[in-house]
């Protein structure tokens, strides 16, 4: 419920903003409905859809009841959607277009602050949660490493030192310990704190085979290498591990990565076009030039290319404009961005019956655009700090002190082992806190990439790009300490 209620408070901006394009190009509440809930995705989309559909069965006679309930269902989860949708029912029924206007302004900076001012609480309370990840990802296991010798030692003193060889100890706990328990803590904290993250954006997912089996192959490596004396030869597989497990990371997202920043790129510019062809409707031109002039003034951008394949198919595609641009096989089928195709559909359609007024349309929604552009930029300057500090925090800092906490555990082994029974050798030592520091990485750039706001194919490609890094700092930071020591 408190995921949903998150989405829902996420796809507020966008629902708004779909009904005032659709009321502004003609104001009837039925048709503002069904074009958000056409084109927005979400629980509140969802409630739009459903209260249509309560109308055309009879189950509600009047459609402003049926909005009116769907503000009512979510006025207990986020007044300012209420107020919102309160604010445009009353506009509509008022009849006024100066009226519907303001009202149209004022739901949108309603719904947008409110965004906004759940954006800069979130910020702040992030600050305690990533003291305490970096405490877990970074002081523990320097203390374990400095602790378990001296736990081995006793009751030892050093007049009563003996030279003789001891039995070894017992390694499960301290690797359970290492490898499992704080790892879990790790990634259960991390959840926790993620999740109340104010959502956006689509959720992708990886081709997770080849992940999977170059995951399985850091613990694995570790297990046939703890029988070597020497420490740095179990650090040294798991590090050609962690370089496998990487490139099966970035050959698996490297199409939807690249994919993604197309579409970032399209939605980023896109605002600025449709400003653009809105000048050239209101000027005179018809459909197909005005997306040709808009093509050419953008030339070198993404948003050229898009503009360029909708004239490509409008002159040769056949039938009717929407359908080479929507049918199958259209310009914008494959289009990944909602909000491109929902605005040019928008004025699509209106241009067909009159150019001007799909000419004003378009410039409303780049303004419309614009604004849900700022929310996301918003959030994102408010978490950068927090991002930036938890990706050094996996690439660098966590990475020198396990790497100095290794070389540690190797010179108190030394120093103890014939005094005390410890439980580990500096090698099997060594190698459990290499696979700390991989699940350790895992969960941080996990916690960041879910804070930034990035989906499955984000998070894998910076986890492939983080981890070899990370194991990069780790295996300097052995060697260069071991010396010291």
Same mark, same amino acid.
């Given at each position: 419920?408190?995921?949903?209620?998150?989405?829902?408070?996420?796809?507020?901006?966008?629902?708004?903003?779909?009904?005032?394009?659709?009321? %502004?190009? #003609?104001? !009837? *509440? /039925? &048709? =503002?409905?069904?074009?958000?809930? $056409?084109?927005?995705?979400?629980?509140?989309? @969802?409630?739009?859809?459903?209260?249509?559909?309560?109308?055309?069965?009879?189950?509600?006679?009047?459609?402003?009841?049926?909005?009116?309930?769907?503000?009512?269902?979510?006025?207990?989860?986020?007044?300012?959607?209420?107020?919102?949708?309160?604010?445009?029912?009353?506009?509509?029924?008022?009849?006024?277009?100066? %009226?519907? #206007?303001? !009202? *149209? /302004? &004022? =739901?949108?900076?309603?719904?947008? $602050?409110?965004?906004?001012?759940?954006?800069? @609480?979130?910020?702040?309370?992030?600050?305690?949660?990533?003291?305490?990840?970096?405490?877990?990802?970074?002081?523990?296991?320097?203390?374990?490493?400095?602790?378990?010798?001296?736990?081995?030692?006793?009751?030892?003193?050093?007049?009563?030192?003996?030279?003789?060889?001891?039995?070894?100890?017992?390694?499960?706990?301290?690797?359970?310990?290492?490898?499992?328990?704080?790892?879990?803590?790790?990634?259960?904290?991390?959840?926790?704190?993620?999740?109340?993250?104010?959502?956006?954006?689509?959720?992708?997912?990886?081709?997770?085979?080849?992940?999977?089996?170059?995951?399985?192959?850091?613990?694995?490596?570790?297990?046939?290498?703890?029988?070597?004396?020497?420490?740095?030869?179990?650090?040294?597989?798991?590090?050609?591990?962690?370089?496998?497990?990487?490139?099966?990371?970035?050959?698996?997202?490297?199409?939807?990565?690249?994919?993604?920043?197309?579409?970032?790129?399209?939605?980023?510019?896109?605002?600025?076009?449709?400003?653009?062809?809105?000048?050239?409707?209101?000027?005179?031109?018809?459909?197909?030039?005005?997306?040709?002039?808009?093509?050419?003034?953008?030339?070198?951008?993404?948003?050229?290319?898009?503009?360029?394949?909708?004239?490509?198919?409008?002159?040769?595609?056949?039938?009717?404009?929407?359908?080479?641009?929507?049918?199958?096989?259209?310009?914008?089928?494959?289009?990944?961005?909602?909000?491109?195709?929902?605005?040019?559909?928008?004025?699509?359609?209106?241009?067909?019956?009159?150019?001007?007024?799909?000419?004003?349309?378009?410039?409303?929604?780049?303004?419309?655009?614009?604004?849900?552009?700022?929310?996301?930029?918003?959030?994102?300057?408010?978490?950068?700090?927090?991002?930036?500090?938890?990706?050094?925090?996996?690439?660098?800092?966590?990475?020198?002190?396990?790497?100095?906490?290794?070389?540690?555990?190797?010179?108190?082994?030394?120093?103890?082992?014939?005094?005390?029974?410890?439980?580990?050798?500096?090698?099997?030592?060594?190698?459990?806190?290499?696979?700390?520091?991989?699940?350790?990485?895992?969960?941080?750039?996990?916690?960041?990439?879910?804070?930034?706001?990035?989906?499955?194919?984000?998070?894998?490609?910076?986890?492939?790009?983080?981890?070899?890094?990370?194991?990069?700092?780790?295996?300097?930071?052995?060697?260069?300490?071991?010396?010291?020591?």
């Amino acid at each position: 419920m408190r995921e949903r209620r998150q989405d829902a408070s996420a796809e507020a901006p966008e629902v708004v903003s779909y009904l005032a394009m659709g009321l %502004t190009t #003609a104001p !009837a *509440l /039925d &048709r =503002a409905m069904a074009f958000a809930a $056409e084109h927005a995705e979400g629980p509140l989309a @969802e409630g739009m859809r459903g209260a249509l559909w309560d109308v055309h069965l009879r189950g509600r006679t009047r459609i402003e009841d049926a909005f009116l309930s769907v503000a009512d269902a979510w006025g207990s989860r986020d007044a300012d959607v209420k107020r919102a949708m309160y604010g445009i029912a009353h506009a509509v029924r008022d009849g006024s277009p100066e %009226t519907l #206007a303001r !009202a *149209l /302004d &004022r =739901a949108r900076t309603q719904v947008f $602050e409110g965004t906004r001012r759940r954006m800069r @609480e979130y910020a702040a309370s992030l600050r305690g949660p990533t003291t305490a990840l970096f405490a877990l990802g970074v002081l523990l296991p320097l203390i374990v490493s400095s602790m378990v010798p001296l736990l081995s030692v006793g009751s030892f003193s050093p007049s009563a030192v003996e030279v003789a060889d001891r039995d070894p100890g017992n390694p499960l706990p301290w690797v359970l310990l290492l490898d499992v328990a704080f790892p879990a803590a790790t990634f259960a904290f991390a959840h926790a704190v993620s999740s109340r993250r104010p959502r956006s954006g689509p959720r992708g997912f990886v081709r997770m085979r080849r992940v999977l089996m170059g995951a399985v192959a850091v613990p694995v490596a570790a297990l046939l290498t703890l029988s070597f004396p020497n420490p740095l030869v179990p650090v040294v597989a798991i590090g050609i591990a962690v370089g496998s497990l990487s490139v099966g990371l970035l050959s698996a997202t490297r199409a939807a990565v690249r994919e993604g920043r197309r579409r970032e790129a399209v939605e980023r510019e896109f605002p600025d076009a449709l400003f653009q062809l809105g000048s050239r409707l209101q000027e005179g031109n018809g459909l197909e030039s005005a997306f040709l002039a808009v093509a050419d003034a953008a030339q070198g951008t993404e948003c050229a290319d898009l503009f360029r394949g909708i004239v490509h198919a409008m002159r040769f595609g056949g039938g009717t404009v929407e359908d080479a641009l929507f049918g199958p096989g259209g310009a914008l089928e494959r289009m990944p961005s909602r909000t491109v195709r929902a605005s040019l559909k928008l004025v699509v359609d209106l241009a067909v019956k009159d150019p001007e007024t799909a000419g004003r349309a378009a410039l409303e929604t780049s303004s419309h655009l614009r604004d849900l552009q700022g929310i996301e930029q918003d959030l994102r300057a408010e978490l950068r700090p927090t991002v930036d500090a938890m990706r050094a925090t996996a690439t660098f800092f966590a990475p020198a002190v396990l790497g100095v906490s290794a070389s540690l555990y190797g010179l108190l082994f030394r120093a103890f082992a014939t005094a005390a029974s410890l439980p580990m050798a500096p090698a099997a030592f060594a190698a459990a806190l290499g696979v700390y520091l991989v699940l350790t990485a895992v969960g941080i750039v996990w916690f960041a990439s879910r804070i930034a706001g990035l989906a499955w194919d984000g998070f894998a490609d910076q986890l492939g790009r983080a981890l070899p890094a990370a194991y990069a700092v780790f295996l300097i930071a052995v060697l260069a300490s071991g010396s010291a020591l």
